[in-house]
């Protein structure tokens, strides 16, 4: 059991940081950039392999200590992912695969970190880093009755503290 205090919670974003480094250097290396005015540049050639993907999902999971499945759903205009604290996933589009490093590292740490959310809500005890009032409001906003979604009311959605944080906290992590 991983006690989150500060330090624990420091070093926990500095390995998610090194995860975020190592991957976009694998792709630099790995996945060609798509040029649409060259006929011979093959849109498939482009795409991370799911393999690769789930690798990356995975090395963050391991690090949060956070234990997701992870699915997909139908590609919209406005969704990277999804987290359910219900069934414990995360889905992301079919397309996630297309596109670029920083918007995949973006969209799973964003959503990995709701699910590191809550586990503290449920585990509150083991996450002395976050006051209560903390935990608290984020357990508000779970909360179906409470939820915004984006889809409804994007205003308000952006607005809410576990939205505020999961941005936070991705930023901190996959910025170069």
């Keep these: 059991m991983v006690i989150y205090t500060p330090e624990r919670y420091q070093q926990m974003l500095d390995e998610c940081r090194q995860i975020v480094q190592e991957f976009y250097l694998w792709c630099s290396s790995n996945i060609p950039t798509y040029d649409s005015d060259n006929p011979d540049c093959d849109i498939e050639d482009c795409a991370l392999s799911e393999e690769?993907?789930?690798?990356?999902?995975?090395?963050?999971?391991?690090?949060?200590?956070?234990?997701?499945?992870?699915?997909?759903?139908?590609?919209?205009?406005?969704?990277?992912?999804?987290?359910?604290?219900?069934?414990?996933?995360?889905?992301?589009?079919?397309?996630?695969?297309?596109?670029?490093?920083?918007?995949?590292?973006?969209?799973?740490?964003?959503?990995?970190?709701?699910?590191?959310?809550?586990?503290?809500?449920?585990?509150?005890?083991?996450?002395?880093?976050?006051?209560?009032?903390?935990?608290?409001?984020?357990?508000?906003?779970?909360?179906?009755?409470?939820?915004?979604?984006?889809?409804r009311n994007p205003s308000k959605y952006i607005e809410q503290e576990i939205e505020k944080e999961a941005r936070k906290f991705a930023s901190s992590v996959t910025s170069c």
Aim: aromatic share 22%.
């Design 52 to 151: 690769r993907f789930d690798q990356f999902f995975s090395d963050l999971c391991q690090t949060m200590d956070v234990h997701p499945s992870k699915g997909h759903f139908r590609d919209n205009d406005y969704e990277y992912g999804k987290y359910s604290e219900q069934k414990n996933n995360v889905l992301f589009p079919y397309c996630i695969y297309y596109y670029t490093p920083q918007q995949i590292a973006s969209a799973v740490c964003h959503e990995l970190y709701h699910a590191f959310q809550y586990k503290a809500i449920c585990f509150p005890t083991q996450f002395p880093v976050f006051s209560d009032e903390v935990i608290k409001q984020w357990a508000f906003e779970f909360d179906p009755n409470n939820y915004e979604n984006g889809d």
